[in-house]
């Protein structure tokens, strides 16, 4: 019974510590679009992680599907007070490793 509840306790360690250090992609010519150069890829990705990074950590590219990253930049953008090109940007490297 104790070797279960610590692995248990293990387990639950692990997958927090997981999510406090999101493991970020860097992107490569597979993931460049029509719409994203890979320029453009490595731009929003060094943007997400200083400005979105700065008050609250960087999330996890994996975290939201295109809609859901939508959203988010919609409300994220003032507080973070990115501009239309800056979170196009962002907007581009987080869909990106699902191309």
Known sequence: MKKIIVSALSLSMLLLLSQCSPKFYEPSAANVSASASLEDLNKGKALLLDKCGSCHGPPSPKKHDSAGWNS????????????????????????????
């Not at 003032?78 to 191309?99: C, G, T, V």
Request: avoid cysteine.
């Open 72 to 99: 988010t930049l919609d409300k994220m953008q003032p507080k973070a007070k990115i501009s239309d090109a800056e979170r196009a940007l962002i907007f581009k490297y987080l869909n990106s490793e699902k191309i």
